[in-house]
């Protein structure tokens, strides 16, 4: 009896280590990463963007401050190795404050093939003076966003539930197989010794 309860245990903690081990990696999924050449730049002026993890087969579009917004530079396919190396320009007239650059990988069709990738940058002003805080957020037209993004959802989907259930299972297990081992521990006595005469 003894044997089953062991190897019960090792089976129950070994399967939680699995769980664990599974969510764990479903979740940390790295994506795509991008640099910018600087983070500060006046308007009209020249920025490198270099990136990798992107996929070979599918374009990049580099977009301003929204994910609708004006397409600074495409970089057609293939992005040989998954790596980018491009330039933009900052659009002329940028009043001084902090924006986005927003990259994009897109099918032939249209769809998004990644979730965008962001990166913050500062546009200065004309004597190279820091932007403002809390400077005003351009305007965003919805209408003319890339397809496969989502306008207005609320709902959570289907690989958050199946994580969170992952999740929950997981610790289950691990505290069944903790609570067979204590009760295991504490049902077991050890035999009185014999006298010997």
């Known amino acids: 009896m003894r ?7 090792g ?34 002026q020249e920025v490198g963007i270099t990136g990798t993890g992107f996929q070979a087969a599918n374009q990049v579009q580099i977009r301003w401050n929204a994910l609708d917004g004006p397409v600074l530079t495409t970089v057609p396919a293939p992005i040989t190795g998954g790596t ?5 320009t900052v659009p002329a007239g940028t009043k ?25 940058m500062n546009v200065t002003g004309d ?11 351009a305007s965003t037209d919805t209408a003319a966003r890339a397809n496969g993004l989502a306008r207005s959802d609320d709902s959570i989907s289907f690989g958050t539930l199946a994580l969170v259930a992952l999740g929950v299972g997981g610790v289950g297990m691990f505290l069944a197989g903790m609570a067979a081992l204590f009760a295991g521990r504490r049902g077991t006595s050890p035999a009185a010794a014999k006298a010997r005469s």
Request: charged share 10%; proline share 5%.
């Open 84 to 88: 980018l190396d491009a330039k933009f």
């Open 127 to 137: 004597a190279g003076s820091n932007p403002v805080l809390g400077a005003p957020a």
């Open 96 to 120: 001084a404050g902090s924006y986005v650059v927003i990259v994009n990988q897109t099918k032939a069709d249209g769809s998004l093939s990644l979730s965008p990738i962001r990166a913050v």
């Open 11 to 44: 089976g129950v903690t070994t399967a939680a280590a699995g769980v664990f081990m599974a969510a764990a990696a479903w979740a940390c999924v790295s994506g795509p990463v991008v640099n910018l050449s600087t983070i500060n730049a006046k308007a009209g």
């Open 3 to 9: 044997q089953v309860r062991r190897w019960a245990i």
